[in-house]
C-alpha cells in the first residue's frame, strides 16, 4: 500500500483516489479527524486495511462487527472502512446503525473477536472517527492506537485472501433484550429522555417504555442536523435544557444521553445537574449493598468520596483511582475485577454480573431505574443530598501545546512529589499521598485533594479541586496547584477558573 503522506488535498483528482490521513487523527483511545478536512474516503480505506493487518499480526481470528452511529456521512465512511477490511482478508459483520454500546454488544451476541464503530461521539458535525477493540470489552488504549498508527502512515497494510461482507439484522432487538430482560418497575417513574436528536434516540424511549416508565420527550426525533443542540450531557446548554424540561414537566428526573450513546447525564427532581461522578457514588452505595465487599474504579477527576463515604467504607467497598480516558478504565476494570468503574466525564463501567464491563449510558439508565425501585421512598434528590457535602471546582485547561505538554507535567508531578517527601503542608494541611497513575493527585489528611494532569485530546493541562470541609479550602487547595504550575513558563491562561 502506498503511504497516505502524499499531499492530497479536497477538492483535487487526488483526492477522490489516493488516501489522505492527518496523523493528529489517532488519539490516545480511538481515532478521531474533522472529515473531509483531515480525512478522506480512500483514507478510511486505508484505515480499514491497516487494522485488519493488526489483526492478522496479532493472531486474532479475523472476523469483525462494525457499526456506524446516525450521521449523514457515517454510513458512507463505515462502507469505506469495510473495503479496507475486507481487502485484509477480514470477515465483515456489518451491524447497520448503532449506538457504541450496542456495537461492542455486538462482539458478545455474534461471538466475534473484534469490533469497529463508525462515530465522532459527542463532537459536533463535521467529524468522524472509530472506535475500536480486540479484547471484549476492551478497546483500544494508547499501545494498540500506536501499532495502528504506524501501520496506516507507513504503508505498512498488507491485502490477504477471505475477505467477505454479511449484513446482520436483529441485533439492536437482541442489545434492548440484554438491556432490559424481565424488568418492569413497581412504582411510577417519570423521565426526561433527552437524546438530542442523535443516535441515541432510536433506542432510549423505547428502553423506558419497556421499563414501563412515563417517557417525558426531549429532542427524540432522529436529525443528523442537531437542530436544538448537539448531544453531550456535559455541555451546559444540554444540562440547562433537561433542567427546564424537568421542572415544566414535573419529571422524576432527566437522563441525557451523547451522541453515541456509550455516555449518560443525571437532572434530578428538582433540576438540578448531578455530575457523573456523584452519580457513581449513589450508585456504589446502592450496588454495594447487595455486592458487600466490592471494588469500584475512579478515574482521577471523580469525587474522593469513593473512598471516604461512610457508607460505602461500611458496605466494605475497596476505591481505586485510575486513568481519565475509557479504555483505560474500562481494562482497569477487567483487570482487577472491579464490579464498576465510574469516569467523570459520564463514562460508567458497569462489570458483570450487573453489565458486560464496556461503556454504555443505556445500561447505566437501566441500572438508575432498577435503584429508583429498590428506594420506593426516596426521590434522586434525596438520594444527592444523602451525600456528605463537597466542593469542588469544574474541570480546568491551561493551555499548554501537545508538544509540550508532557514533558511539562512530568517537571509539574516531581515538584508536587518533592513537596509531599518533604513534609510541606500543602493549603493548611498535611499531604496524606500523591496519587501519580495520571498526573498528580495530592491528596490531603482529610480527603481533600488537588488534581493536575495532561488533557488526552486537546493542548491544555487539566486542574481539578475537591474540598471535603469547605468552599475557602477548595480555593486554597487550586491556590497550591497553581502556583506550582505558574512555576513552568510554557503554560498559558486557563479557559475558565474559580
Not at 461522578?277 to 474522593?304: E, H
Request: charge should be negative; proline fraction near 6%.
Amino acid at each position: 500500500m502506498t503511504k497516505p503522506t502524499s499531499p492530497v488535498t479536497p477538492n483535487t483528482w487526488h483526492f477522490l483516489r489516493d488516501p489522505m490521513i492527518a496523523p493528529t487523527g489517532f488519539r490516545e483511545y480511538d481515532a478521531r479527524w474533522k472529515y473531509p478536512d483531515e480525512i478522506n474516503l480512500p483514507g478510511m480505506t486505508a484505515l480499514g486495511l491497516g487494522l485488519g493487518t493488526q489483526m492478522r499480526r496479532r493472531g486474532i481470528e479475523p472476523v469483525i462487527a462494525v457499526g456506524n452511529d446516525y450521521r449523514d456521512y457515517s454510513l458512507g465512511i463505515k462502507q469505506a472502512l469495510i473495503i479496507g477490511l475486507m481487502q485484509a482478508g477480514i470477515q465483515v459483520k456489518d451491524i447497520g446503525p448503532a449506538v457504541s454500546p450496542m456495537a461492542y454488544f455486538a462482539q458478545f451476541h455474534l461471538d466475534v473477536p473484534a469490533v469497529a464503530m463508525v462515530t465522532a461521539s459527542h463532537n459536533p458535525n463535521g467529524w468522524t472517527g472509530v472506535k475500536m477493540g480486540f479484547d471484549r470489552p476492551l478497546t483500544h488504549g494508547p499501545d494498540e492506537m500506536a501499532e495502528l498508527r504506524d501501520i496506516v502512515l507507513n504503508g505498512e497494510g498488507e491485502a490477504a485472501p477471505g475477505g467477505s461482507y454479511e449484513f446482520v439484522d436483529g441485533v439492536k432487538d437482541a442489545y434492548i433484550d440484554d438491556l432490559v430482560g424481565d424488568f418492569r418497575l413497581s412504582r411510577p417513574l417519570k423521565i426526561v429522555c433527552a437524546t438530542g436528536n442523535g443516535t441515541a434516540s432510536a433506542f432510549a424511549p423505547e428502553i423506558f417504555e419497556r421499563m414501563g416508565v412515563e417517557v417525558v420527550p426531549s429532542h427524540n426525533e432522529l436529525d443528523y442536523t442537531f437542530p436544538h443542540y448537539n448531544p453531550n450531557p456535559e455541555a451546559m446548554e444540554m444540562l440547562h435544557d433537561m433542567a427546564d424540561t424537568v421542572k415544566a414537566s414535573g419529571a422524576d428526573m432527566a437522563l441525557g444521553f451523547d451522541g453515541d450513546g456509550d455516555r449518560c447525564g443525571v437532572v434530578d427532581d428538582e433540576g438540578e445537574e448531578i455530575f457523573a461522578d456523584k452519580v457513581g457514588v449513589i450508585m456504589a452505595r446502592d450496588l454495594s449493598k447487595i455486592y458487600p465487599n466490592s471494588t469500584f474504579v475512579a478515574d482521577v477527576k471523580s469525587t474522593g468520596l469513593f473512598a471516604s463515604d461512610p457508607e460505602l467504607q461500611k458496605n466494605g467497598v475497596t476505591a481505586d483511582y485510575w486513568k481519565t480516558g475509557h479504555s483505560h478504565m474500562k481494562r482497569r476494570v477487567k483487570e482487577i475485577g472491579a464490579l464498576a468503574g465510574f469516569e467523570k466525564s459520564g463514562h460508567y463501567f458497569l462489570a458483570e454480573p450487573v453489565g458486560r464491563g464496556y461503556d454504555c449510558g443505556m445500561r447505566v439508565a437501566v441500572e438508575i431505574c432498577k435503584l429508583m425501585d429498590r428506594n420506593p421512598d426516596m426521590k434522586m434528590s434525596d438520594l444527592r443530598k444523602a451525600l456528605p457535602k463537597t466542593w469542588s471546582t469544574p474541570t480546568m485547561s491551561p493551555y499548554c501545546a501537545d508538544t509540550e505538554k508532557y514533558d511539562v507535567l512530568e517537571r509539574l508531578v516531581q515538584k508536587l512529589v518533592a513537596k509531599a517527601d518533604a513534609g510541606d503542608s500543602f493549603a493548611g494541611r498535611a499531604i496524606k499521598d500523591v496519587v501519580t497513575v495520571n498526573g498528580a493527585r495530592v491528596i490531603l489528611d482529610n480527603g481533600s485533594w488537588g488534581l493536575v494532569r495532561a488533557s488526552s485530546n486537546t493542548p491544555n493541562l487539566v486542574v481539578v479541586c475537591e474540598s471535603s470541609d469547605s468552599e475557602a479550602e477548595m480555593r486554597a487547595i487550586f491556590a497550591e496547584i497553581d502556583a506550582v504550575i505558574r512555576t513552568e513558563e510554557l503554560v498559558g491562561d486557563y479557559d475558565q477558573t474559580i
